[in-house]
């Protein structure tokens, strides 16, 4: 697939959206007795607050009753919390208490709920289970805020429900302390209610034939709202409700995960009769499908796996909209919940009517507990092969999953995952012997790297650890460096802040994601603190910017701080790169950065420290016996970081050519998953209208793609073919250029390629990993790296098919047993023949 830049034709339109969802908010806080839009946040002083999105938060006190609640501000604030507003204050109710407020009798509303389980003054979030009603529907009991956190690996909570019609022109909120626990009490801290239109009507439930849903009077809870294939859309970028949708690569199934296409420049999307806010356009206009290759296709379901409570009852609400085929027939595919045939002939065309009219199909499933689905609902897709499509592929744009009951809507409280546990475990007993705050500082690490967008979509606990003990960290916690408030730039000197159009900031670029609330900002002095006054032996690495320092910052937190060399002038710029882009990029396998701090001459950017180093120190470094990695280890790490680029070529806005991808450049935290640093030198192409950019030629030598140093094209195939290098680096265990070595073995790309051709590559291995990769396995990396090191970039994998391949090498050495059948038919994968590739050159 070829990676479409991601211009926003829609940027006009998901501002007036911004806008009227402002105006809505304002609307309704004026008239406090027509609840049409409510946005409160609890225990916030008069004039309310504005969040990261530049919402209005108001007051909550004029619709509370119960006078014994009690108004506290969080005594620590998670840095995975994106905003201050609603989630550092709360009101909390020691006994029950009630919230009336004026509604439309025959309208349904969104209730969204708000909890950040923190230490409130001496309110200690694991005391606290409390169940919450509106008008008798309930909708929490027995809920613990923070053991839902802590399973689910965030530090905030956002529930979002859809009440129907409650024939009464009031809804009574109730927050009721659990009487099984002495000294429970209930909390929140931010409630949006806000009048929605009719989303639902009936549907078919699955498994049962001829049985409908009538969906209108059913109260439900929104478990997942997911823009496949696409990225996360905050509420503001919404068609009007305010939803946010999140990526759905955390919850694919399997290696066989499809392609990520967006639609062409050209295709708008036509909603004809269907109303626009039953999704955005940015829902529609990016989707998965299977992949080119009809062979695999047919041997493969495009599967998500989906963590809900048994026994109840599930809308799973399918949104489509094909704008690559315009016929009936050339894309049909079969449907399959939890194992059942929802339906065997699907075509989007035929149902919407032509090519880029989306629609959606809703769906109705009923998780049992006995039968094996106990915690999970499947979604798959496959070719409809009876019906003989030109096509076989299946598509998907968008998946929502509601909890749907018309009186309880509570469940019980998520258990942590049993590595989760292990984990702790072992994090508590290392705790132990170690200093008393390393559990503290590790679950900061976890959660400021894994959590980004968390919100009520349940992050599914796979490689992400956590946490323990909020009460470790202090109480008084030292509030000396403070997360701004939008528009208040005090520290800059400016003019113009892209985000708000009001502040009187700064040009530079970086205001806009502080503006924005992505990134914290430190005084100097705070620097000074945190590295011992920039302490050489605090030294952890020295790069083109400057030199990197280990630090410690909000009383035990481990952070890596990047000081800039006040010479040097390429450093301004790719300072202001780097707060740029890494501010918005979140994902598990970038490294994490945390904020910054900009005083007279000094310059720093402070990220989340990396406990175990670069890739490369792992593979090699000068005399020092390190533990080796195992194949299978190495496979994880390269796969880990080839998801993290593979992030920033299509899971942004724009495509982000890294341009200097290394080993030095690949890190690894403490459960030693890869995350991609450094992005001084990146590129964004949104005007990549020839497919790449012309730039001087940046990058590191040994790793740099012959095209882009021929023709000073830079397009992301350069990222791959340095990723190509770093496949080598990892199976033979040396660096890309070693001068020592006799001429032709200099740089490792030539003599990598060489001894492929030559079918000797197994003489220049790690001898570490003789005799212990599978052979299958081997050829499937070496192809895949000499692929990647193909002279012209056309020829080159994209880094989806790149990370397809490195799966597959990790399920041969895992399972070499596999068919042999099976093997065939990923073989062929992507990987086109050019054996006549033109010797490469340095
Ligand atoms: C609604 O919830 C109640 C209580 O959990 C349960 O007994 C009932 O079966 C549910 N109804 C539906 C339609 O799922
Ligand atoms: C796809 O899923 C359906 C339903 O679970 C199953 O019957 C079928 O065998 C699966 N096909 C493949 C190729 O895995
Ligand atoms: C449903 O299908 C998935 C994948 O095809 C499989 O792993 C799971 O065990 C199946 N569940 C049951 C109960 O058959
Ligand atoms: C409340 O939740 C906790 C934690 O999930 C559980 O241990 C306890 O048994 C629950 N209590 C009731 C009464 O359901």
Redesign the pocket.
Known sequence: MNNIPRTNKLFPFLCLVCITVLLNAIHGSSQPNKAESLILGCGLEEGGGKDADGRQWEPDNKYVSGDKSVISKASFQDPSLLSVVPYMTARIFPSEATYKFSVQPDKRYWLRLHFYPALYSNFDPSNSYFSVTANGVVLLTNFSASITCQALSQAYIDREYSLAPLNSDSLTLTFKPSENHDGAFAFVNGIQLIQMPDLFDTAAMVGFVEQSVDLKAMHSQTMFRLNVGGQFISATQDSGLSRMWYDDTPYLFGAATGVTIQAAKDVMINYQSMPQYVAPPSVYSTSRSMGEDKDVN????L?WVFSVDPNSMYLVRLHFCDYYYSKVNELVF?I?L????VTNVFDVIAVSGGKGVPTYKDFVVYTQGNKGFSNNL?L?L?PSVEQKPSYYDALLNGVEIFKVNDTDLSGPNPLPSAMLEEHEEKERSFAEDDDSISATIKKHIVIGGAAGGAGFAVVAAILIFAHKNKKKAPASYSNTSSWLPVYANTHTNGTKSTVSGKSNGSGSNHLSAMTQGLCRYFSLQEMKQATKNFDESNVIGVGGFGKVYKGVIDNGFKVAIKRSNPQSEQGVNEFQTEIEMLSKLRHKHLVSLIGFCEEGDEMCLVYDYMALGTLREHLYKGNKPLETLTWKQRLEICIGAARGLHYLHTGAKYTIIHRDVKTTNILLDENWVAKVSDFGLSKTGPNMNQGHVTTVVKGSFGYLDPEYFRRQQLTEKSDVYSFGVVLFEVLCARPALNPNLPKDQVSLSDWALQCKRKGILENIIDPCLKGKINPESLNKFADTAEKCLSDCGLDRPSMNDLLWNLEFALNLQENPDASHDEIHQFEEVNLNDNNDMAAHST
């Open positions: 047919l041997h493969y379901n599967t079969q399959f939890n194992n059942q045939t499947w798959a496959h």
